[in-house]
C-alpha cells in the first residue's frame, strides 16, 4: 500500500505563513492543500476531549492524490492572542498526533526582535490601539513567552520524533525566495505548478502616517482581537480600517514603511537579549549557528 505523505505546517506567524498559503500550497499539484480556515475548523475549533481524529482523518484524506498539505499559524497560536499559556499550541500537537502520527511538521522561525516589531503592526491592522510599549509589555496582548522557539520544537520533536519536525529560518527564504523554496519544494517531493506562483510577498508593513491614522479609526469599533481601547462602535469602521490597508498603505505619501528601529529602542533590545538568548542558543541543536549569527539572532 502507498504510504500517505502528510504535510502539517504550524507556523510561526509573521514567517510568510500567508504566502505559502495563498502563493506556494495552493500550487502543489501532487497533494491535496487544506486551508487555514479549513484546518482551524477541524483541529482547532474542536473540543480536546471530544476531538474525533478518525473521522478528520477519513475526511481530510478522501481524495484520489491522499497525499496532504495543511497550514494555519494558528496552530503555533496567533501572535497577538497571548498565547493563552501555551494551552492552544499544546493542546492542538496531540490533535495532529492523534489524526496524523505520521506527519513531517513544518516549523519557520524569525529572530525575535524582527517578528515582534511586525506583530505589533499586525495587531495595529487588526483593530488594536495600544501603544507599542503597553502592547509588548503588559503581557494582555503579546506574551515573550510565546517565542521560545525551542520549548515547541522539542516538544513536537518528542511527539513525532526527531526526523519528522523541519525547522526553517525565515531569513532564509526572505534572503532567496526563489532558491529556498526550490529546494524546500525538492525536499518535500513537492510537484508545483510554477507558472501559477507568485513570489511577491503577500504582507507589507505600515507606513508612518498609516498607523497613528489606523489606531485612531480602531478606536470607534470593537472587535475581539485581544486588548483594546475604544470609544464607542461605529458600524463600517472595520472596512474604513481594512481600506486605509489597502489603498492608502501604498501610497508613498504616507511616509516610508516603518522599521524595527522604530520601535525598539536600545533598552528594548537589551531585555529582549536578555530574555531569548539562553533559548535561542538551543536552536544550534536544529538550524546551523553561522545563520543564526547571520541574520541577528541573540546567541
Known amino acids: 500500500m502507498k504510504r500517505n505523505r ?73 501572535i497577538n492572542s497571548g498565547f493563552n499559556y501555551g494551552y492552544f499550541s499544546f493542546g492542538i500537537s496531540h490533535k495532529i498526533k492523534l489524526a496524523f502520527p505520521e506527519a513531517k511538521i513544518l516549523i519557520f522561525i524569525r529572530r525575535q526582535q524582527s517578528l515582534i516589531a511586525s506583530a505589533y503592526q499586525q495587531y495595529v491592522k487588526n483593530g488594536g490601539t495600544f501603544g507599542f510599549r503597553r502592547w509588548l509589555y503588559s503581557g494582555e496582548v503579546f506574551r515573550f513567552e510565546h517565542l521560545f522557539y525551542d520549548n515547541l520544537i522539542s516538544h513536537y520533536k518528542k511527539l513525532f520524533g526527531d526526523d519528522s519536525v523541519y525547522v526553517y529560518l525565515f531569513e532564509n527564504l526572505k534572503e532567496d525566495i526563489n532558491a529556498f523554496t526550490k529546494q524546500f519544494c525538492n525536499e518535500h517531493m513537492l510537484e508545483i505548478n510554477w507558472e501559477k506562483v507568485n513570489f511577491n510577498p503577500k504582507n507589507r508593513g505600515l507606513r508612518r502616517i498609516t498607523i497613528p491614522l489606523l489606531k485612531i479609526i480602531n478606536h470607534f469599533y470593537k472587535k475581539p482581537l485581544g486588548r483594546k481601547r475604544y470609544i464607542c462602535h461605529i458600524p463600517g469602521m472595520t472596512l474604513i480600517g481594512k481600506g486605509v490597508v489597502k489603498y492608502l498603505n501604498p501610497m508613498p505619501i504616507f511616509g516610508r514603511y516603518l522599521r524595527e528601529d522604530d520601535f525598539l529602542k536600545p533598552k528594548d533590545l537589551e531585555y529582549i537579549k536578555n530574555f531569548y538568548s539562553k533559548h535561542n542558543q538551543n536552536l544550534i541543536k536544529y538550524v546551523r549557528r553561522d545563520d543564526l549569527e547571520k541574520f541577528g539572532y541573540f546567541l
Open 6 to 78: 502528510i504535510i502539517v505546517h504550524i507556523g510561526y506567524p509573521k514567517t510568510a505563513t500567508t504566502w505559502f498559503q495563498e502563493s506556494l500550497f495552493p500550487n502543489v499539484v501532487n497533494h491535496r492543500f487544506v486551508s487555514w480556515k479549513e484546518a482551524n475548523e477541524l483541529l482547532l475549533s474542536s473540543d480536546c476531549f471530544n476531538f474525533e481524529s478518525t473521522y478528520v482523518r477519513s475526511l481530510l484524506l478522501d481524495n484520489e492524490k491522499n497525499n496532504l498539505i495543511i497550514s494555519s499559524e494558528f496552530f503555533s497560536t496567533a
